[in-house]
């Protein structure tokens, strides 16, 4: 099967986790491509580039197409979104 959580934060909470030690949430915008706001977060630190799940922006785009993860900016603290043709990745090797 394959991991999807960090094994070693027992009750699976790996943004409570993190919001423990780097002091707490902060609350910032979720942005698609040409930075119209779509939402909001907890913590930009709650998520990855290429993620598709629990984005909570509310509502389809207006194209029908899931949204991903695009980019992550700490220092603005928002979260870009776009459709995958937008990631930009043809491969990733781990």
Do not use: M, W
Not at 36 to 46: C, I, M, N, P, V
Not at 75 to 82: D, E, I, L, P
């Amino acid at each position: 099967p394959d991991s999807h959580d960090i094994c070693f934060i027992a009750d699976g909470d790996t943004q409570g986790f993190l919001a423990n030690r780097l002091g707490g949430p902060a609350e910032g915008d979720i942005l698609d491509e040409s930075g119209t706001k779509l939402g909001t977060h907890e913590g930009a630190f709650g998520f990855t580039i290429g993620q598709r799940k629990g984005l909570k922006i509310g509502h389809p785009a207006p194209d029908g197409k899931p949204r991903y993860v695009l980019d992550i900016s700490p220092v603005n603290n928002t979260v870009t979104v776009g459709p995958v043709e937008a990631l930009d990745v043809t491969a990733l090797t781990a």
